[in-house]
T-cell receptor, first 115, second 113 residues
Framework: NAGVTQTPKFRVLKTGQSMTLLCAQD?????MYWYRQDPGMGLRLIHY???????AKGEVPDGYNVSRLKKQNFLLGLESAAPSQTSVYFC??????????????FGPGTRLTVL | DQQVKQNSPSLSVQEGRISILNCDYT??????FLWYKKYPAEGPTFLIS?????DKNEDGRFTVFLNKSAKHLSLHIVPSQPGDSAVYFC????????????FGKGTLLTVNP
């Protein structure tokens, strides 16, 4: 099992450009999440999905869109990148959600720089 | 408003000694707590968790203690090993919004040989 994989690992964008980050998991997990981590900060939830075809906003959703067309994939889109979106982005997945607590498995991260 | 606080940005201990990482929280609705470990250039990995109905959970060298009245939890690593050197994040879940893990800022643990 590859677990949770993220593509690309690194990316540099210019302000205003768009891009899509891809997250894939092969564990048949229902729940998937996108986080961002900034220097000196904990991880903050951007968007999440509780199943194929569903998405919901997290703590810091502005400037991002997501799609979950297939159970194993969760895409994070930046329509018009801004320097404030320079960050490390982590995708995670878990088998299920409440009321059962399951650990979240994280991908290796994508380091994005917006100039 | 930081609901999960790890007030020590870093901690250095000698190999074989005990490492104690601390975490405080302010939201009384949190009822499940997790510790994640993160190496550079990797994603966080789950380490250990504890439900609010318990005050201790043990897994090998790792023990998490929860003091609900003080809204405080701690992670003990005994004995510490150089491979334990990493950033440790405390995270919390509340019964009302279980999708959202609230993370602390992390503590960098360095275990010196």
């Amino acid at each position: 099992n590859a677990g949770v994989t993220q593509t690309p690992k690194f990316r540099v964008l210019k302000t205003g450009q768009s891009m899509t980050l891809l997250c894939a998991q092969d564990m048949n997990h229902e729940y998937m999440y996108w986080y961002r981590q900034d220097p000196g900060m904990g991880l903050r939830l951007i968007h999440y999905s509780v199943g194929e075809g569903t998405t919901a906003k997290g703590e810091v959703p502005d400037g991002y869109n997501v799609s979950r067309l297939k159970k194993q994939n969760f895409l994070l889109g930046l329509e018009s990148a801004a320097p404030s979106q320079t960050s490390v982005y982590f995708c995670a997945s878990s088998l299920s959600g409440p009321p059962v607590y399951n650990e979240q498995f994280f991908g290796p991260g994508t380091r994005l720089t917006v100039l | 408003d930081q609901q999960v606080k790890q007030n020590s940005p870093s901690l250095s201990v000698q190999e074989g000694r005990i490492s104690i990482l601390n975490c405080d929280y302010t939201n009384s609705m949190f009822d499940y707590f997790l510790w994640y470990k993160k190496y550079p250039a990797e994603g966080p990995t789950f380490l250990i968790s504890i439900s609010s109905i318990k005050d201790k959970n043990e897994d090998g060298r790792f023990t998490v203690f929860l003091n609900k009245s003080a809204k405080h939890l701690s992670l003990h690593i005994v004995p510490s090993q150089p491979g334990d050197s990493a950033v440790y994040f405390c995270a919390a879940l509340s019964g009302g919004s279980n999708y959202k893990l609230t993370f602390g800022k992390g503590t960098l643990l360095t275990v010196n040989p």
